[in-house]
């Protein structure tokens, strides 16, 4: 058989909005056969048998480990029973897509990279903007020279996220949940670790945990970094609006990017090109990973996929970071207007 052509045999577990996103790029995908789906809500199941009959499904997920037709094992619960999922697939020789983060606190992650490490299974974690074109676009042009020396890295994610108490209990507050995803994404145009930094956040609504943060500071490379990150932003505006986006700023020039979650946005001002490029956002470029984990099981090795290794050090900085924060964010606003909001999304 040519091994473009060889279909990859995966059973997943967890079918909630990541999960329902991963079934629909499997199933959509040449590479893949999507042998089972396990959750725990019969609501779900139900669904998947009307829309793929040929898909098994199933609430006991020891079904998938012990089929030994697959290949793969896709664990897209909540990170508080990952490690256990992912324990159960590295036994039966399974290879691993996951997400993030890949426990629910740091420790754990720490444990879980450290078997990996012993293992020759092949794990990605999807940390999405690592198979995102515009960010692979954008790193081509900075590399080519055309800003100089990338010197100060700036990253706004901030929108009508989720609220308190909406769930993603164990991933914590917005700047790690969700922050965790910047941190990495800085780290990556900086090519270097972080060294000093300053965290500001606000408990907004006067909720016990900063749902706001900006961090300053500077990458043991000198790059510079700010990064804000809340899901506070406009929660109850009567027309929503985001405020997303990357900017580098170089010795000789600069680049932009802005995306409103549809269409992304990028003004290249080089030192001999200018531009302004338009295309899509992707959602959560889920096709674009397994595609790329179908073409390195291919080749026995990574070519491309986001790395449990770097997921756990975007977690364990993110979470310093929301820690420090917390220690110091004043209290604004009232529970009774998170309730309003929390009735309003409802
Ligand atoms: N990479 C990203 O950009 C991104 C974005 C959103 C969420 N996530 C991560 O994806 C994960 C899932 O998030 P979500 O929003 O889909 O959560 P969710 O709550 O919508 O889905 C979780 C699903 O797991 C199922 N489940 C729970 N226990 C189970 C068990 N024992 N066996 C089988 N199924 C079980 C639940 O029934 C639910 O359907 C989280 O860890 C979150 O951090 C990542």
Redesign the pocket.
Known sequence: MNIMSKKYRIGI???????QKYLNALTASLRWELVWV????HD?LNEVNRHHPKVKTT?V?QQLFDDESLDVIGI????D??PGFIRQALAVGKHIIC???LAASVPEEKAVLAELANSDRFVAV???NRNAWYHEEIQQFIQSGEIGSPAIITINHQNAGMMPTE??GP?GAPFH?CGM?YVDVARWYASSEYGQWHAQGVKMWSWPEPWWLTVHGTFVNGIVFNITQGFVYGQLAETRINHCGIEVIGTLGVVRMEHDFHEVSIRYHGINHTSHKTGPYGD?KIDVLCERFAQSLDAGKNIGCPTPHDSVIASEVSQAMLDSAAQHAPMIGTQAEMQRILKFRK
Do not use: Y
């Open positions: 577990i967890g079918l909630g909005v990541m999960g396990c959750d725990l809500s779900l609430d997920c897209f619960t909540l990170a029973i990952r997400e993030k983060p999807n940390m999405f769930g993603h991933e949940d995803h959560k």
